[in-house]
């Protein structure tokens, strides 16, 4: 599919746009395409990257690979392509079978949490959030959720605007039956 926003070119931009771009280059290393799209808005990519933020608030208390499995629940359910596939590439990066997880418990519950929200954010049932509820403070659900809020944005933006597909992605690629490549 034909993205419906094009990339920005840097070489092209002006010089807020420009500033952005060395601050998310100096803050993370990379230049994703999603991210080139969004440099159409600086406001707009400062505040999805507050996912790092959020993640990184999480570390401490999840470690990487619950909150890797919860993203991934996440962009599956909400049947994202990008960003399905972009946790694939982070779970097999940190050592991870895909095809071979034994979650915990607590990451269990939080896969269930993260399908029932990329699912539908209005229907979570009450026994799927009561058991992450059990395990985590009110700090840790809010960052969660708001985590959780900031994945379903990046899917939706990604899917709406068709951010094109990363190449080195491609090795780590997640399609779903009934979507085109």
């Known amino acids: 599919m034909t ?3 094009p990339q920005l070119d840097y070489a092209e931009a002006g010089e807020d ?3 952005a771009h060395d601050e998310e280059m100096r803050l993370r290393g990379r230049m994703t395409n999603m991210k080139r799209t969004l440099l159409h808005s600086p406001p707009a990519l400062r505040i999805y990257g507050e996912w790092f933020t959020l993640r990184d ?3 401490p208390v999840l470690g990487n690979r619950a909150i890797l499995l919860f993203a991934q629940a ?3 359910a909400s049947r994202s392509r990008v960003g399905a596939s972009f946790m694939q590439r982070a779970l097999i990066q940190s050592g991870e079978d895909p095809d071979h997880l034994a979650p915990t418990e607590a990451e269990t519950a939080l896969i269930a949490l993260g399908a029932a929200l990329g699912t539908d954010p209005q229907s979570v049932p009450d026994p799927v959030w009561d ?3 059990a395990l985590y403070p009110d700090k840790t659900l809010v960052d969660l959720t708001a985590f959780a809020g900031l994945m379903v944005a990046t899917n ?3 899917d709406v605007v068709r951010t094109e597909f990363d190449p080195e992605l491609e090795p780590f690629a997640v ?3 009934d979507q085109a490549r």
């Open 156 to 158: 939706l933006f990604t």
């Open 131 to 133: 058991r992450v509820a």
């Open 3 to 5: 993205p419906r926003i």
């Open 17 to 19: 746009v420009r500033a």
């Open 175 to 177: 399609t779903f039956p």
């Open 74 to 76: 996440i962009c599956r």
């Open 57 to 59: 608030q999480l570390l």
